[in-house]
């Protein structure tokens, strides 16, 4: 079993939906990475978090540290956003490094 | 964005044959990190730099060989490739261990045939 586990695996969307991604994990973490890959390849970082929630722009992220859980919100979807959005958890003991969820494929269409 | 410069950013080359990756920063990062990514697999670490002249492995590096000897370049190396190495590799770097995001180059997509 996947220490970083993500779904759904694969999301269409109509433009102008509100989507959720959902990422669990099993291990002790620092903080959590959310990063997009595009279609050309490129990664970005997204947002880092260890607590709480975070907003830019129209996304959010938000963790439970208990549940071991994170969420990823796109509001008012558009096409731009279609991409492979990525989780990613740091392992703590001041330590950098990273276990990668499998992504979710995010396609939205007009 | 950071700037990470990838090179080659492709390449097809044949089964036995060595390959070097480079990978270039001008952001004077401390930490440098490989990377493949597969499908069906998370991306995973292949080997990572805290420094001029220090790499450690990762989950895996069985294959591979790193080098640093500028703060600003990290060459991974295929001594001998395999069809299971065919894959595309991103670079990544960071200032800082904990809760600092890493930043990634632009991936090197590489088969060998």
């Known amino acids: 079993k996947n220490e970083v586990e993500q779904s759904p695996q694969n999301l269409t969307a109509q433009e102008g939906e509100f989507i959720t991604i959902n990422c669990s994990y099993s291990?002790?973490?620092?903080?959590l990475h959310w990063l997009q890959q595009h279609p050309g390849g490129g990664i970005v970082s997204l947002f880092m978090?260890?607590?709480g929630k975070k907003k830019h722009g129209r996304l959010i992220a938000t963790i439970n540290i208990q549940e071991k859980h994170s969420s990823l919100h796109i509001t008012a979807s558009h096409p731009r956003d279609s991409a492979v959005y990525i989780c990613?958890?740091?392992?703590?003991?001041?330590?950098?490094?990273?276990?990668f969820g499998t992504g979710t494929r995010l396609q939205v269409f007009p | 964005d950071a700037g990470i410069t990838q090179s080659p950013r492709h390449k097809v080359t044949e089964t036995g044959t060595p390959v070097t990756l480079r990978c270039h920063q001008t952001?004077?990062?401390?930490?440098m990190y490989w990377y493949r990514q597969d499908p069906g697999h998370g991306l995973r670490l292949i080997h990572y730099?805290?420094?001029?002249?220090?790499?450690d492995k990762g989950e895996v590096s069985d294959g591979y060989s790193v080098s640093r000897s500028k703060t600003e370049d990290f060459l991974l190396t295929l001594e001998s490739a395999t069809s299971s190495q065919t894959s595309v590799y991103f670079c990544?770097?960071?200032?800082?261990?904990?809760?600092?995001?890493?930043?990634f180059g632009d991936g090197t997509r590489l088969s060998i045939l």
């Open positions: 990544a770097i960071s200032d800082s261990v904990g809760n600092q995001p890493q930043h």
């Open positions: 291990v002790g973490i620092s903080a």
């Open positions: 978090l260890s607590s």
């Open positions: 990613a958890v740091i392992l703590p003991f001041n330590t950098d490094k990273l276990i």
């Open positions: 952001e004077n990062h401390r930490y």
């Open positions: 730099s805290y420094g001029v002249k220090d790499t």
